[in-house]
Every structure is written in C-alpha cells, then in structure tokens.
C-alpha cells in the first residue's frame, strides 16, 4: 500500500483525499499438485503439453449421457484436436461427481467445442458447480463462434466435503461437454477460516472483480491546500 504524505505539516490543513487505484490481477497462483484432467466421452490423452487426460469412463466419474465423436473434424483454437474432437452428451441432467478431493479452493476449466450443430441457438444448458449456478443458457456455437471452435470458460470454486460436482442441465436439446480440468490454487486471502459456505462465491475468470487473484489496491493520500 503506498501513500503520498502532506509536507506541510500545518495544523490548519483540511483532512487528505483517498483516492483508490485499482491493481491489475497478478498471475494464478496455480499449485504444484498437477490436478486432474477428463477427456470426456473419449479414451486416455496425452496432450501437446505432456499432460494425461483420462477418458472419464475409467473411474465412472459421470452419470447420465453418452460419449459422441467426430474424428474427422478439424478443430480451430488449439492443438489438441483430441481433446474436442470427443464429447459426452445427453438430456435431462448429466453431472460430474469426482471424488477423493482435499479439501480447498480450484479453478475448474470447462472445455467445449461445438462438433454436431452448424448453427447457434440448437442446445443450450445450464452449468452448475458444487451447488452455484455459473452459467444459464449456455450456448457452445454462439460462445466459440463457429463450429469445430475451442472455447475453455474457467471457474473457481471451493470444495468442503472431498467430492467435487459439476452438473449440466439441458434447455435445449442435450448438454455437451469436451473435457474437465481442475487445479487446486491458492485459498482467497481475504477470506477468515469462519467464512460460512454461502459466503464463498463461485467466480468465472471473465470477472476481473470477482477474480482471485486480483492484488490488494493501492490507497493514494493526496495532500489538501492548508486553509
């Protein structure tokens, strides 16, 4: 925090200005524990960047849905085709229950490309994480821009009970979702041991406010002209 002092040290000058300047985010403070990462609908991956992606059948980690490829489909935005080329999909109601998570704060990266459509507005759904609703009305073609696009949206999220959910809930259509990547990340310092569950905030990373990682601002006193 720094501050611009007054000089002049009269009695008589009328009290400082406050002004506050926002900080600009710092860098995620992303743990040295690698996290987890789920190729959904599709087999083992390991991608460019030498991380393995687990086909989210080995551990059953879903329930609701089935798997859909198209192999053939050249993806644009990345460089794992793999990735996005595979997807689970379904009506109603599919959900991620992941267990044997310790207890803390992660970011959850959605990945999505939209791979059977050619038009926005043909599924739309909700995404719920750990009980907070943090997307309505999701559209992947609309979001991405096209089809065969990439597009990874990034939440955070506490978890309290060692098992992590995340649910998708038709609107229109089906739900579809590429794969799921968590990394644990630092606890938020403005938060006291005592905060109650409901005070916890799932932000998605296109907030800059709700950010975690947003640094503390700092705090300008600006002298006043003595009276």
Same mark, same amino acid.
């Given at each position: 925090? +720094?501050?611009?002092?007054? @000089?002049?040290a009269?009695?008589?000058?009328? /009290?400082?200005?406050? &002004?506050? %300047? @926002?900080?600009?985010?710092?860098?995620? !403070?992303?743990?040295?524990? @690698?996290?987890?990462?789920?190729?959904?609908g599709g087999?083992?991956?390991?991608?460019?960047? #030498?991380?393995?992606?687990? +086909?989210?059948?080995?551990?059953?980690?879903?329930t609701?849905?089935?798997?859909?490829?198209?192999?053939?489909?050249?993806?644009?935005?990345?460089?794992d085709d793999? &990735?996005?080329?595979?997807?689970?999909?379904? *009506?109603?109601? %599919?959900?991620?229950?992941?267990?044997?998570?310790k207890?803390?704060?992660?970011?959850?990266?959605?990945?999505?490309?939209?791979?059977?459509?050619? /038009? *926005?507005?043909?599924?739309?759904?909700?995404?719920?994480?750990e #009980? $907070? $609703? %943090?997307?309505?009305?999701?559209?992947?073609?609309?979001k +991405?821009?096209?089809?065969?696009?990439? &597009?990874?949206?990034?939440?955070?999220? $506490?978890?309290?009970?060692g098992?992590?959910?995340?649910?998708f809930?038709? $609107?229109?259509?089906?739900?579809?979702?590429?794969?799921?990547?968590v990394?644990?990340? *630092?606890p938020?310092?403005?938060?006291?041991p005592?905060?109650?569950?409901?005070?916890?905030?799932v +932000?998605?990373?296109?907030? @800059? &406010?709700?950010?975690?990682?947003?640094? /503390?601002?700092?705090?300008? %006193?600006?002298?006043? *002209? !003595?009276?």
């Amino acid at each position: 925090v +720094a501050s611009i002092t007054n @000089p002049i040290a009269s009695p008589f000058a009328a /009290a400082p200005t406050v &002004i506050v %300047v @926002p900080t600009a985010p710092t860098s995620s !403070p992303i743990a040295s524990n @690698p996290g987890l990462r789920i190729n959904c609908g599709g087999n083992n991956y390991t991608d460019t960047a #030498g991380n393995l992606w687990e +086909a989210d059948s080995t551990h059953s980690y879903y329930t609701g849905g089935h798997s859909y490829t198209n192999l053939g489909l050249a993806i644009q935005g990345t460089s794992d085709d793999t &990735i996005y080329q595979s997807e689970r999909v379904g *009506a109603g109601t %599919v959900s991620y229950i992941i267990p044997n998570f310790k207890n803390g704060y992660y970011a959850v990266d959605l990945h999505f490309a939209e791979v059977y459509w050619s /038009a *926005a507005y043909s599924r739309l759904f909700d995404i719920t994480i750990e #009980g $907070k $609703k %943090v997307a309505t009305n999701y559209d992947v073609y609309a979001k +991405a821009g096209g089809k065969g696009v990439a &597009i990874i949206e990034t939440y955070y999220t $506490k978890v309290r009970d060692g098992v992590l959910m995340i649910t998708f809930t038709t $609107k229109l259509d089906q739900i579809s979702v590429t794969g799921i990547e968590v990394l644990p990340i *630092a606890p938020l310092p403005s938060e006291a041991p005592s905060t109650s569950p409901s005070e916890v905030p799932v +932000a998605s990373i296109t907030n @800059p &406010i709700a950010s975690p990682f947003a640094a /503390a601002p700092t705090v300008i %006193v600006v002298p006043t *002209a !003595p009276t």
